[in-house]
């Protein structure tokens, strides 16, 4: 009975829902004055259950302005017009190849089945070691700079709006094949916009909740960074917010007390620095999502390959029985 319990709250529910839902309550409590303790068991058990309902709607909000990164789509936009290019190479070899048609086969071809098997070690060992291959410069990366420390800020407004492009992955051996596969066994025509299918495919074939992949775990992080950047956001939103109509009311009409000054966080802490960690906290989980979009990307990719490689191979093993 305890194991089954336990499997209800996975690792997404943790890091994805409850912690930033806890995070947005716990600021509110010293950010915000009158707040009273909680005093009995049921309460307690309201705080958690309030953090599990807050972080799902953190998570849904938070998806508005970090949707459309697009980082899986810009990926496999880089591989499916090559690729289309090459196979009407490969029909007339007699021709000579069109712009990219060849590049796209030899780095195919390099892609061997013991590369692609051991691909998923060398990514998790470079992620450890944070070699150049894995940093990211969301600013060389995407069309404006303004996605690295504007947008932190103004997303959660404007996102709904017009989110900025991240780009994708540098690395496109293991997209490329991915690409190949899904257009061979779901018929994904290239050009179409089906890539929240594609995305999906996938990761219903790389879930297996006995050993969750290593995507599922850097997707957990990646939302508990966004939806605390979300959380992040909303508290120093209300900082700012006070603060403007606070010094607004002085400026224009008679003193006025800031609505947060009895609160716990106002009375240890002077507002500018309460107001410079709130800056460092917003930008620092914006960043940390951006990291672990990409991240995520990279190793749902990397995960489904290997799944591909580990078929072939029983598949191998099979023939070789069947012999």
Same mark, same amino acid.
């Given at each position: 009975?305890?194991?089954?319990?336990?499997? !209800?709250?996975?690792?997404?529910?943790?890091?994805? =829902?409850?912690?930033?839902?806890?995070?947005?309550?716990?600021?509110?409590?010293?950010?915000?004055?009158?707040?009273?303790?909680?005093? +009995?068991? !049921?309460?307690?058990? /309201?705080?958690?259950?309030?953090?599990?309902?807050?972080?799902?709607?953190?998570? +849904?909000?938070?998806?508005?302005?970090? /949707?459309?990164?697009?980082?899986?789509?810009?990926?496999?936009?880089?591989?499916?017009?090559?690729?289309?290019?090459?196979?009407?190479?490969?029909?007339?070899?007699?021709?000579?190849?069109?712009?990219?048609?060849?590049? +796209?086969?030899?780095?195919?071809?390099?892609?061997?089945?013991?590369?692609?098997?051991?691909?998923?070690?060398?990514?998790?060992?470079?992620?450890?070691?944070?070699?150049?291959?894995? #940093?990211?410069?969301?600013?060389?990366?995407?069309?404006?700079?303004?996605?690295?420390?504007?947008?932190?800020? =103004?997303?959660?407004?404007?996102?709904?709006?017009?989110?900025?492009?991240?780009?994708?992955?540098?690395?496109?051996?293991?997209?490329?094949?991915?690409?190949?596969?899904?257009?061979?066994?779901?018929?994904?025509?290239? /050009?179409?916009?089906?890539?929240?299918?594609?995305?999906? =495919?996938? #990761?219903?074939?790389?879930?297996?909740?006995?050993?969750?992949?290593? #995507?599922?775990?850097?997707?957990? !992080?990646?939302?508990?960074?966004?939806?605390?950047?979300?959380?992040?956001?909303?508290?120093?939103? =209300?900082?700012?917010?006070?603060?403007?109509?606070?010094w607004a009311t002085q400026y224009f009409f008679r003193p006025m007390i800031h609505p947060l000054a009895e609160s716990y966080l106002f009375s240890t802490l002077p507002l500018w620095l309460i107001g410079v960690a709130g800056i460092i906290g917003v930008l620092a989980f914006w960043w940390q999502t951006l990291q672990f979009e990409r991240l995520f990307i990279r190793f749902l990719i990397t995960d489904y390959v290997v799944l591909l490689n580990q078929n072939e191979q029983v598949e191998r093993v099979q023939l070789l029985f069947e012999d």
């Amino acid at each position: 009975m305890s194991t089954r319990t336990l499997r !209800i709250f996975n690792l997404y529910d943790v890091l994805g =829902v409850f912690f930033p839902g806890t995070t947005l309550l716990v600021g509110a409590y010293i950010l915000l004055p009158g707040i009273p303790d909680p005093s +009995s068991l !049921i309460q307690y058990l /309201g705080i958690i259950v309030s953090a599990f309902a807050i972080g799902h709607l953190l998570q +849904s909000y938070s998806s508005f302005p970090t /949707g459309d990164l697009k980082v899986f789509d810009a990926t496999i936009q880089e591989v499916q017009n090559p690729s289309d290019l090459a196979e009407e190479w490969t029909e007339d070899p007699d021709t000579e190849p069109p712009d990219g048609a060849k590049e +796209s086969i030899e780095s195919s071809d390099e892609a061997t089945d013991d590369e692609a098997s051991s691909s998923d070690e060398d990514s998790e060992q470079a992620v450890q070691n944070g070699s150049e291959d894995d #940093s990211f410069d969301p600013i060389k990366s995407s069309p404006g700079w303004y996605l690295y420390l504007i947008y932190s800020f =103004v997303g959660p407004i404007i996102g709904l709006l017009r989110t900025p492009n991240a780009g994708g992955i540098e690395d496109l051996r293991n997209p490329s094949r991915v690409w190949r596969t899904l257009n061979e066994d779901y018929q994904f025509e290239a /050009g179409r916009d089906r890539y929240d299918e594609m995305q999906q =495919v996938i #990761s219903s074939r790389i879930d297996d909740p006995a050993s969750p992949a290593r #995507s599922y775990r850097f997707q957990a !992080i990646r939302n508990f960074h966004r939806g605390t950047w979300l959380a992040m956001w909303i508290l120093f939103a =209300v900082l700012v917010g006070t603060t403007a109509v606070t010094w607004a009311t002085q400026y224009f009409f008679r003193p006025m007390i800031h609505p947060l000054a009895e609160s716990y966080l106002f009375s240890t802490l002077p507002l500018w620095l309460i107001g410079v960690a709130g800056i460092i906290g917003v930008l620092a989980f914006w960043w940390q999502t951006l990291q672990f979009e990409r991240l995520f990307i990279r190793f749902l990719i990397t995960d489904y390959v290997v799944l591909l490689n580990q078929n072939e191979q029983v598949e191998r093993v099979q023939l070789l029985f069947e012999d």
